[in-house]
């Protein structure tokens, strides 16, 4: 009887020493999304037609602070059109695997007079927004992204395996619920060559548009194409031409 119970609690104690070696090492399967620096140009089209050139670029401002930053562009008979260049910047923080946007600001380049500028205070759980000089304050329920910081978030589904998420988003001035999946897989034509992407569609409330994201998983962060899809409007896409990473 003893040399059973012996034999019994030796067993018990190899389980649980086994128990805690796959929890210890679980973690570890899904690896550590890291933060790389680049410079991507873009070209933008609506249908078919090349109307302007953009630049989507990621870098580390100090501070433990990154930012994205979008620039744009018209060319050809849209240059002749308007002289805008429609610019953006969202500022963030990692903390404990949490993505915390601290600024976002969206302008015509070379502006001051600022279209819309947003401070997020996570302390407080607040964000200041001021859009179009109209001032209000909204309360944060969880982290927040916005249409630079889905694609880190969805660098972080493909690292996960992840499949759908529901997130707050930022969308022109408010905080919506807006829902990411994975669609499917495709092989696509971007930056001179045939590449596989994993497509994620993405739809918010109150907005009847929904965006396409193509990803190849072994560069996630950068996006190889972006549409934009609504009803009775011609698609608008954003196609990768090239990049430099740093």
């Not at 019994?8 to 070696?21: P, Y």
């Not at 304050?137 to 690292?159: C, F, P, R």
Request: charged share 25%; aromatic share 10%; net charge positive.
């Amino acid at each position: 009887m003893k040399t059973e119970k012996r034999h019994n609690l030796s067993s018990l104690k190899c389980f649980i020493g086994l128990f805690l070696f796959i929890f210890n090492i679980t973690p570890g399967v899904a690896e550590e999304l890291k933060l790389r620096s680049f410079d991507a140009n873009f070209s933008l089209h609506i249908a078919k037609l090349h109307v302007a050139n953009s630049r989507l670029s990621l870098s580390q401002t100090g501070g433990g602070l990154w930012r994205w930053q979008t620039s744009t562009k018209p060319r050809g008979v849209y240059g002749l059109l308007s002289n805008k260049k429609p610019y953006s910047e969202t500022t963030f923080s990692l903390v404990s695997g949490h993505h915390l946007i601290q600024n976002i600001l969206i302008s015509d380049e070379g502006d001051k007079n600022l279209y819309e500028k947003t401070d997020f205070d996570w302390q407080k759980k607040q964000a200041q927004i001021v859009r179009e000089k109209v001032i209000h304050t909204t309360t944060l329920d969880g982290d927040v992204y916005d249409y630079h910081s889905i694609n880190w978030l969805i660098a972080n589904m493909i690292k996960t395996g992840k499949t759908e998420l529901e997130v707050d988003f930022y969308l022109k001035g408010v905080i919506v619920k807006s829902v990411v999946k994975k669609i499917h897989n495709q092989n696509i034509d971007a930056s001179g060559q045939t590449l596989s992407a994993w497509v994620y569609e993405q739809t918010t409330i109150s907005s009847r548009s929904k965006f396409r994201y193509y990803f190849n998983p072994k560069t996630p962060l950068l996006p190889l194409k972006i549409e934009k899809l609504k009803p009775g409007k011609k698609t608008a896409t954003l196609l990768l031409k090239s990049v430099i990473w740093h």
